[in-house]
Structure formats: structure tokens, C-alpha cells
């Protein structure tokens, strides 16, 4: 076991215990669920969006893709708002506080106009939240001027976080859309508005896959489709895109940032830390294995800080960004040439295959021996056949080749592909 470590953050002037929070999806929204993922050792929910109304949902309404035998690399959504009446979830709200008091009770809410919004803000406050958080990202609602409408219009961004901020003294983060070029400028628009931090991502608006069959977007609905939300693994480097962004636009570099998007492991959550993120959302990853995850999460994350001498999760929030740099700014003077391990090679002739067909055909096979061979005189240090090969340690990063011109110096380099 490792050391007992303190994994307390501190967000929006609020106290997590740990980083690890549900985000606002169907995985939040309800007492026993919640109340559940609390004594599994969640810090806090962001418990699932309501509006004045009842949101009505399709049936089905979730698709997931995988990968050969691998569990599911995306997940598609077309849920809408809360099922439950306003009444019915505030009472919820009220009995998680009561009974959690310690736990950190995050709200997310949707308007469809000012009063809307600084009602509903006022009415959470009142039921016991600690955080309001505002939904201007949902990508498939199906009432205007809900969800993304608003993410995407710095306008309307502006207009309802003050209309929030009318409502309550509660810490207001807007979550944001990822359906959009630049996530800094919204963003912006509610942090001068009065949001204290910001959420991010929310789903990306996708067609996953098409039942061929019904020539129909899956889920299909009555032989219909529609474009829905994306989450899950496949959209972490999306997610981590946008977060990295907004940390390194200088008047956001220092706001409250709650990272979501496709994190399923403890080291996923390190990614998300090191890129600046001060709390961490999670559903996709509890839709598919249940909000026990947090159990490994919280154990990985100890052992990472034990292993590496880190004594607070802050001790490292943000290390990547400094490292995080346009592509002009990288070295192109030197190639890395892959070292070949015989022992580790099982002859599968992949590296040579895709050098071939997708690189510059650098590797030469011998079909009897089924055996690599690397021509160093061709090879460019790409790296796609360490990224194909199958067999751990087999192609490594080897020889650091400097070109013409350039000074010979010692390298950072990436020393495993996993
Ligand atoms: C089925 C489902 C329902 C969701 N409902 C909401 C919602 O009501 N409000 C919201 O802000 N985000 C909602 N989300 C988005 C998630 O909170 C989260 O931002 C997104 O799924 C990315 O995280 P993940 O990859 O860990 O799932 C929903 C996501 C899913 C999959």
C-alpha cells in the first residue's frame, strides 16, 4: 500500500478531499447514486443538469465504439436535461447536504432566459450547493438557446452568467463547449461576467457510426439519427487541447479550472493535473465500469505522488505547460534512429509493412529469417514502426543523429511507447 497521502485540493475556495468528481450526466442523478459514489470516496458531484422543466429523452439514446478487443474508445449521447421535476431534485440536493456535509455538492443548471437562470441559481443555493455550475454546452439539445447555443455565443454568455451571478454568492463555473475554434474567448466572456472557473469539456457534437443496414446514425430511433455527444478515452486529447489552451492564455492562467473529458485512470487524472486542471470530472469511465473507479484512481494517483516525492497534488498542477510550446519552437535539427532488439522481436514484420507503404521504406525484411533490418541511411527517425510494433522493448529510441551543421548536445527525449 502506499503512504497515505494528502490529495486535498483546493477549488473555487471550496476544499475537495481529492481531485476526483462526477460530472453532470445521468451518473449523478440521483440520491443513491450519489450517495453511493461519495462513500466510494468521490470529493464531490457535479450533480446532473436541471432546468425549470422536465427534460424528455429518446430511446435509445447511447452508441459506444471499441476497438478490436478493447473496451469502448468513444461513447455517443442524445440525453438532454434531468428527468426529474425542479421540486424533485432540489429535495435531493437537500438530503445529499444533510447527509454529506463534508462531500463537495457542485450543481449544474440550465436556463432559457435571465429569470430562468437567476431563479434556478437562487433555488440551488437555497437547497444547499456549494458550486453552481452552468451548462452552456450540452451539443444536442433540442429547445433553442440552450446548451452550446450559449457556449458559442460570447454574448449570451455574458447575459446569463450575470444573470446567475444575480441569483446567488455561490462559486459559478461555466462549463464550456468544445464545439468551437477558441474555448479562451467564451471563457473569458463569464469570468468577466462573475463565473468564478471554468468547466471543460463537454461533449463533442459526433456521428459515430452508421447502421449500414438501416442506413441510420447510431442509435437509430425509429430508423432516424442525429448527430449526438461524443465522450469517453477517444476525446482525452481534446479535452487536454482546450484545457492547455485556456491555462495558457495569460488573463485565464490563474483562474479555477475543473478538467474533464475522457479520463478513465489515474494517470489520465495526471495528464489532466500536469496541464493545469485543479479538479477533475468524470462520466463515460463510470458508465462502463461503475463509480468504484475512484477507488484506483485515488490509489494510483497516492503511488504516483509516493513514487515521484510529491506531498500535495498542487506540487504539480500545471508542470507540463511550460513544456507545451508552438510546433515552430521545437528543434529540427537532429533525428532519433530506432534501435532494433532482436531478442524481443517476434517477427511479425509489421514495422517493415508500414515503413514500406506509410514511412520511407527504411527497413528492409528478410522473409527467411522473418527479421528486420534498418537502413540507417534512409531512415528519418519518424517513429512509426515503434508506434506499430506489437512486442514491449522489441524497437526502441536509439542513436541520436544530428544533421548537417547542427551542434551534437545531450537530448529529452520520449524513451517508451505504451
Ligand atoms: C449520457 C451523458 C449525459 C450527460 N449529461 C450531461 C448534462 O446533463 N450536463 C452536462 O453538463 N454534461 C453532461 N454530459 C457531459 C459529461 O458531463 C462530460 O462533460 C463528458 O461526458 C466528457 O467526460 P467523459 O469523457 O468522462 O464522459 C453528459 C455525458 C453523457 C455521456
Same mark, same amino acid.
Given at each position: 500500500?502506499?503512504?497515505?497521502?494528502?490529495?486535498?485540493?483546493?477549488?473555487?475556495?471550496?476544499?475537495?478531499?481529492?481531485?476526483?468528481?462526477?460530472?453532470?450526466?445521468?451518473?449523478?442523478?440521483?440520491?443513491?447514486?450519489?450517495?453511493?459514489?461519495?462513500?466510494?470516496?468521490?470529493?464531490?458531484?457535479?450533480?446532473?443538469?436541471?432546468?425549470?422543466?422536465?427534460?424528455?429523452?429518446?430511446?435509445?439514446?447511447?452508441?459506444?465504439?471499441?476497438?478490436?478487443?478493447?473496451?469502448?474508445?468513444?461513447?455517443?449521447?442524445?440525453?438532454?436535461?434531468?428527468?426529474?421535476?425542479?421540486?424533485?431534485?432540489?429535495?435531493?440536493?437537500?438530503?445529499?447536504?444533510?447527509?454529506?456535509?463534508?462531500? @463537495?455538492? &457542485?450543481?449544474?443548471?440550465?436556463?432559457?432566459?435571465?429569470? %430562468?437562470?437567476?431563479? !434556478? +441559481? $437562487?433555488?440551488?443555493?437555497? =437547497?444547499?450547493?456549494?458550486?453552481?455550475?452552468?451548462?452552456?454546452?450540452?451539443?444536442?439539445?433540442?429547445?433553442?438557446?440552450?446548451?452550446?447555443?450559449?457556449?458559442?455565443?460570447?454574448?449570451?454568455?455574458?447575459?446569463?452568467?450575470?444573470?446567475?451571478?444575480?441569483?446567488?454568492?455561490?462559486? @459559478?463555473? &461555466?462549463?464550456?463547449?468544445?464545439?468551437?475554434?477558441?474555448? %479562451?474567448?467564451?471563457? !473569458? +466572456? $463569464?469570468?468577466?461576467?462573475? =463565473?468564478?472557473?471554468?468547466?471543460?469539456?463537454?461533449?463533442?457534437?459526433?456521428?459515430?457510426?452508421?447502421?449500414?443496414?438501416?442506413?441510420?446514425?447510431?442509435?437509430?430511433?425509429?430508423?432516424?439519427?442525429?448527430?449526438?455527444?461524443?465522450?469517453?478515452?477517444?476525446?482525452?486529447?481534446?479535452?487536454?487541447?482546450?484545457?492547455?489552451?485556456?491555462?495558457?492564455?495569460?488573463?485565464?492562467?490563474?483562474?479555477?479550472?475543473?478538467?474533464?473529458?475522457?479520463?478513465?485512470?489515474?494517470?489520465?487524472?495526471?495528464?489532466?493535473?500536469?496541464?493545469?486542471?485543479?479538479?477533475?470530472?468524470?462520466?463515460?469511465?463510470?458508465?462502463?465500469?461503475?463509480?468504484?473507479?475512484?477507488?484506483?484512481?485515488?490509489?494510483?494517483?497516492?503511488?504516483?505522488?509516493?513514487?515521484?516525492?510529491?506531498?500535495?497534488?498542487?506540487?504539480?498542477?500545471?508542470?507540463?505547460?511550460?513544456?507545451?510550446?508552438?510546433?515552430?519552437?521545437?528543434?529540427?535539427?537532429?533525428?532519433?534512429?530506432?534501435?532494433?532488439?532482436?531478442?524481443?522481436?517476434?517477427?511479425?514484420?509489421?514495422?517493415?509493412?508500414?515503413?514500406?507503404?506509410?514511412?520511407?521504406?527504411?527497413?528492409?525484411?528478410?522473409?527467411?529469417?522473418?527479421?528486420?533490418?534498418?537502413?540507417?541511411?534512409?531512415?528519418?527517425?519518424?517513429?512509426?514502426?515503434?508506434?506499430?510494433?506489437?512486442?514491449?522493448?522489441?524497437?526502441?529510441?536509439?542513436?541520436?543523429?544530428?544533421?548537417?551543421?547542427?551542434?551534437?548536445?545531450?537530448?529529452?527525449?520520449?524513451?517508451?511507447?505504451?
Amino acid at each position: 500500500m502506499a503512504t497515505k497521502k494528502d490529495l486535498s485540493v483546493e477549488f473555487c475556495g471550496v476544499t475537495f478531499e481529492n481531485p476526483f468528481c462526477l460530472s453532470s450526466s445521468p451518473v449523478d442523478d440521483s440520491y443513491e447514486k450519489c450517495s453511493r459514489a461519495f462513500e466510494y470516496g468521490w470529493a464531490g458531484v457535479f450533480y446532473k443538469s436541471f432546468a425549470k422543466f422536465k427534460g424528455i429523452d429518446v430511446s435509445p439514446r447511447f452508441d459506444s465504439i471499441g476497438k478490436e478487443s478493447t473496451p469502448w474508445t468513444g461513447f455517443k449521447n442524445l440525453e438532454v436535461q434531468s428527468d426529474k421535476t425542479l421540486e424533485e431534485n432540489l429535495d435531493i440536493l437537500a438530503r445529499l447536504k444533510k447527509h454529506y456535509p463534508e462531500k @463537495v455538492l &457542485a450543481v449544474s443548471i440550465m436556463g432559457t432566459s435571465d429569470d %430562468e437562470w437567476t431563479e !434556478l +441559481a $437562487a433555488a440551488v443555493e437555497q =437547497a444547499g450547493a456549494d458550486i453552481i455550475e452552468c451548462n452552456f454546452s450540452c451539443p444536442h439539445m433540442h429547445v433553442k438557446g440552450m446548451g452550446m447555443d450559449v457556449g458559442q455565443d460570447d454574448n449570451m454568455v455574458q447575459e446569463y452568467t450575470k444573470a446567475v451571478r444575480k441569483g446567488t454568492r455561490l462559486p @459559478v463555473i &461555466a462549463k464550456m463547449t468544445p464545439n468551437i475554434g477558441h474555448m %479562451e474567448l467564451p471563457a !473569458l +466572456a $463569464a469570468m468577466e461576467s462573475g =463565473a468564478t472557473g471554468i468547466s471543460c469539456i463537454n461533449t463533442i457534437r459526433s456521428m459515430m457510426q452508421l447502421d449500414i443496414d438501416n442506413c441510420t446514425p447510431k442509435p437509430t430511433v425509429n430508423g432516424l439519427g442525429s448527430i449526438g455527444g461524443y465522450s469517453g478515452s477517444a476525446i482525452k486529447p481534446i479535452a487536454l487541447r482546450f484545457l492547455t489552451n485556456l491555462r495558457q492564455y495569460p488573463a485565464l492562467a490563474n483562474i479555477p479550472i475543473s478538467g474533464i473529458g475522457g479520463i478513465e485512470t489515474w494517470r489520465d487524472a495526471v495528464e489532466f493535473l500536469m496541464c493545469g486542471a485543479e479538479t477533475l470530472q468524470v462520466t463515460t469511465a463510470v458508465m462502463q465500469y461503475g463509480s468504484r473507479i475512484v477507488k484506483d484512481l485515488i490509489s494510483g494517483l497516492s503511488y504516483f505522488m509516493e513514487e515521484k516525492g510529491y506531498d500535495h497534488v498542487r506540487d504539480f498542477i500545471g508542470l507540463a505547460l511550460p513544456h507545451i510550446v508552438t510546433t515552430d519552437k521545437l528543434p529540427r535539427d537532429y533525428e532519433i534512429i530506432p534501435q532494433w532488439n532482436q531478442d524481443k522481436c517476434i517477427g511479425c514484420g509489421r514495422c517493415y509493412v508500414s515503413c514500406r507503404d506509410a514511412a520511407h521504406a527504411a527497413i528492409d525484411w528478410d522473409a527467411d529469417q522473418r527479421r528486420p533490418h534498418i537502413n540507417e541511411d534512409k531512415c528519418v527517425g519518424c517513429h512509426l514502426c515503434l508506434n506499430v510494433c506489437p512486442s514491449k522493448d522489441c524497437l526502441l529510441p536509439g542513436q541520436i543523429r544530428f544533421k548537417e551543421g547542427a551542434e551534437s548536445r545531450e537530448i529529452i527525449h520520449q524513451v517508451k511507447y505504451e
